[in-house]
């Protein structure tokens, strides 16, 4: 197939790329940041994107963040495609610091005292999606379903995960609103410029060939 990689790459080197790109994350993040810049919308639009795919990347929807994203910046008005870029904020490296600021904080406003570790708050969304999706086929089938552990997991992790996401990540949305937005008007700025210089050269450079051409 034309698309398709010549060579698999091994199952350990797939793993291992995912938690540290090749090229490390400094030259992830950069090219992101410059995809981020480039996109053809207004900087206020582009921001508001960015900000709504960081934001919900502090919500415990793992496997919805894009979609979520997507839909927090059409409420926004926000650019969508900036909206997917902004949540790489949350990666394999600050998704255990947001989802253990995020418990912490909800237990704690929730009086529950309870404390879950990343892990085990990993794990319980996992057997959770797994119940979920056993209990939805259940009903197509006419199986038994057990919503048991789904209680549990919303009580435990899911709604002190979400009140704590959306109280750290509201405020981190608008810091970083603010922290790109002259970054993205000076970048357009500065490649409105270098387009203008270009088109000038080129018109420049026919003129030349005409008046050469005349003579």
């Known amino acids: ?56 990347s502090f919500l415990p929807l793992y496997g919805l963040h894009f979609l979520t994203a997507a839909l927090v910046a059409w409420i926004l008005r926000g650019n969508i495609l900036a909206a997917l870029l ?6 394999p490296i600050t998704f255990p610091i947001m ?4 418990l912490e904080l909800g237990h704690w406003l929730l009086g529950t005292g309870a404390m879950v570790s990343f892990t085990e708050a990993m794990a319980a969304i996992g057997r959770a999606s797994g119940e979920l999706t056993h209990n939805l086929w259940a009903l197509l089938t006419g199986g038994q379903v057990h919503w048991f552990r789904l209680q549990l997991f919303f009580w435990r992790v899911f709604l002190p995960y979400m009140i704590g996401g959306v109280i750290i990540g509201a405020p981190a949305a608008v810091a970083i609103y603010f922290l790109h937005l002259p970054l993205v008007r000076a970048y357009q700025r500065g490649r409105a410029k270098r387009l203008k210089a270009r088109f000038e050269a080129a018109r420049l450079r026919q003129r030349t060939r005409e008046a050469g051409d005349e003579t």
Do not use: Q
């Not at 992101?32 to 921001?47: F, T």
């Not at 902004?86 to 990666?91: A, K, L, M, R, S």
């Not at 989802?99 to 995020?102: F, L, N, Q, R, T």
């Open 1 to 56: 197939m034309i698309f398709k990689r010549r060579d698999t790459r091994p199952l350990l080197r797939t793993i291992a790329e995912f938690f540290w790109p090749r090229g490390g994350w400094r030259r992830a993040s950069t090219y992101v940041l410059h995809r981020m810049r480039r996109l053809p919308d207004s900087p206020e639009r582009i921001c508001l994107g960015i900000a709504a795919g960081a934001f919900v």
């Open 86 to 91: 902004g949540t790489f904020y949350g990666n």
């Open 99 to 102: 989802a253990v600021s995020a």
